[in-house]
């Protein structure tokens, strides 16, 4: 027999993916990818998400680690992993796997236990080959199959969950007027001790369950500092019981149906209050003391000005003590050992104001936190280059903003609409997604990237029926940039559009206030006064020729993703996407229809056709664009910026 000769047969070792599989192949340069999963919480060898390495492609192999390190560490939210890595453009998956156990160490202080992957890609062909190592020590052997999974968030969202904390700390340091030579000292000191005390007995966690609608009653428990290593003593409404930490999962603060998806405006997480209780389990009452400490010297105080926020991943079967005690108490002093090395350079200055924001940019399915200094506004270069260097390790486009705060997670408390809380308005948004298909056999849709609202005729109790067709397209584009996060303006009012014309001298002062119309050019004028956004024009000289330009619509809609303007000799209307067959030529182009004047009702407008796909010549022979009337195509650009 084989076992005989050549040892015990191995069994088959099976690696899950989660992440798109570009994540790991593209760009196709010499360089490396981290692979981080959750060995703790998810399947043995599943790899959630990858992250690129900064280092230069000729240092791929040997990238600096320490630096790797740190910058992960900042990033990674407690409960994932550096589970594995992949070297493009080697044939050393080994060694690939070395260097994650490498910087997996520096991250941690210690090897890893789990098992661990590592993964080479030759640049030719894209071909991955991995290996594994199922414990340190072990020697690596190749991966027998692997699965990139259909269905990656419910495989994370279903059984796992995430815990939120938020902790401003106020920090008194007291410096001698005479010698500042030991204030470095004196801060670490100040910060390692905070630390600490958050196992102190009379430190009070309070556990509770996401709320959805305001007044929703949810689960809440309290854990005292001294229980969080036996089992707790837990107070629930006003009353002390005694509970088996085992019992107490964090499954109980979540309702029986909730989301298995992470979005920007869905964020659901237990939230975690840390309070103090200086006269927990005091045997008598005692009235409160003030200790007098005198100064040997003069001293200043300065007050360090903290605002911790972490979150954790962890299965929803997870005692919440265990939680609380092995991955939020750690997150914690993570944190502010982070937020210590950024502040202790500036001490003697002007003090950061460092705030942790959480996103799940696209293409991610985990979350990342960030920390940024407050003190700059988010357009200074400072941020800007740190926003791009965010960008090119979590492998996002360098073309737009995806990590602005405004990005950030929400875990407010929402109304019936998050959305329309988040962005600060009701009106209908991304109505296309509703519509039926196009009727094109064999095409290749190509559709506007983000969102947008739906602005149309009698908007804002303004009465614009037969003359704001133009403007109402442009408040449609201009609501695409603010909700992309390229401006934070508002959408302008007729008015405001009429005077910005006025102001750059294209229109007379005796303009404000009309109903005259405005086409394709004064468009470009108020995006390029307002956003500085820069359009393209296209110009055809009759409704017939507009679909031969579908091929330079949808290569539009691909690169670029922004609503266009057709305008022209008669009514204005805004393209949101092409179904194009190239072979047949046959095309469908999909309208937002600003003249519509009834209530925002999604089904009163799909049911309408005021949003829907139309073709140039339906099948009842009517022509949709005109042959007899020129028009202008607007095609505003993407700005290049993060």
Known sequence: MEAAAGGSRRRPTLLRLLCPKKSLVSPPTPSLRWLLGSPRFLPALTVAAALRSLSLPDDASSPDLQREAEEIRGLLVRGFDIVGAVHVGSADAGGALELARAVRERLYGERASHGMVGGCVELGSGEIRFVVSEGDGVEAVEVTEVVWEDDPGRLLWEKGCLLRCEL?????????????????????????????????????????????????SHYSIILHGNDLNSVPHLSRNGSTEEYDANIVSCSKFFPAKRSLSLTRENADAIQITILSNQSFNSSKASTPAVEYFPAPALASLRAINLKLDI????????????????????????????????????????????????????????????????????????????????????????????????????????????????????????????????????????????????????????????????????????SWYRLQQYSSINVPSHREIQQVLVEIGDK???????????????????????????????????????????????????????????????????????????????????????????????????????????????SKGRSFFLKDKFYNLLLPQRPNMV
Not at 375 to 387: A, D, M, N, T, V
Request: glycine share 10%; proline share 6%; aromatic share 8%.
């Open 168 to 216: 401003p700390l106020k920090l008194p340091l007291y410096v001698p007027s005479d010698d500042t030579s030991g204030i470095e000292a004196r801060f670490y000191s100040l910060i390692e001790s905070t630390a600490s005390k958050l196992r102190d007995p009379h430190v009070s966690y309070l556990i509770e369950g996401p709320r959805t609608t305001p007044g929703e």
């Open 311 to 478: 979150l954790c991943y962890t299965s929803v079967d997870f005692p919440v003590a265990a939680a609380v005690s092995e991955l939020v108490i750690p997150g914690l002093a993570d944190q502010l050992s982070i937020m210590k090395k950024a502040i202790v350079s500036e001490l003697t200055t002007q003090q950061p104001q460092l705030s942790p924001y959480h996103f799940v940019p696209p293409g991610l399915l985990i979350p990342v936190t960030t920390i940024y200094d407050t003190r700059y506004g988010e357009i200074e270069e400072k941020q800007s280059e740190l926003r791009r260097n965010l960008h090119l390790r979590l492998q996002l486009p360098l073309d737009r903003p995806l990590l602005r705060i405004s990005n950030a997670l929400n875990f407010s408390i929402g109304g019936t609409d998050k959305k329309a809380s988040k962005s600060g308005s009701s009106l209908l948004r991304d109505v296309h997604r509703e519509i039926p298909s196009s009727g094109v056999s064999g095409g290749i849709i190509s559709l506007i990237d983000g969102s947008y609202e739906y602005y149309h005729y009698l908007h804002d109790g303004i009465d614009d029926n037969g003359w704001g067709c133009a403007y109402r397209s442009l408040q449609t584009i201009m």
């Open 508 to 618: 007379d002062p005796s303009f404000i206030g009309s109903r005259e119309w405005i086409g394709a050019i004064e468009l470009s004028f108020v995006l390029d006064k307002l956003l500085g956004v820069s359009c393209k024009v296209i110009n055809v000289r009759s409704g017939d020729e507009l679909p031969e330009k579908c091929r330079e619509l949808a290569i539009h809609f691909e690169t670029q993703g922004t609503p266009v303007m057709i305008g022209g000799g008669v009514l204005a209307y805004t393209l949101l996407g092409v179904d194009y067959n190239e072979a047949s030529g046959d095309c469908a182009f999909l309208i937002l229809d600003p003249h519509y004047t009834g209530a925002d009702d999604l089904k009163k407008i799909v049911n309408g056709g005021w949003c829907g796909w139309k073709k140039s010549i339906d």
